[in-house]
């Protein structure tokens, strides 16, 4: 891991240990963050994803936000182009079809 996900962890990780959780309120105290995100994967990712935490002693759930928090922050400029020009061609030829059926 680089240095800067090595912090994101290790936050999160302090931030998880660190909640102050309300007992018998029946939800959890929300720290900043106001979106979930529901993925699916196969039995073998999942077991991976486990597997991965339980090295880096994390819950999986905040290995996994740390992916994608770094993941996002790699992301440059002509990432963004790229990916807008992926979607504009991949629109465009699903018109195409759609007009020629």
Known sequence: MNAELERLVRDEA???RAADYPLGQGKRVN???STVYSVRLTEEEVAA???A???AQL???TLVRSWIVERVRSMSS???ARL???IH???RAAVREALAS
């Open 14 to 16: 302090e931030a998880t």
């Open 31 to 33: 720290r900043g963050r």
């Open 49 to 51: 994803v486990q597997a």
């Open 53 to 55: 935490a339980e090295r």
């Open 59 to 61: 819950p999986a759930s």
């Open 78 to 80: 002509d990432d963004d």
């Open 84 to 86: 807008r020009a992926l």
């Open 89 to 91: 061609e991949e629109v």
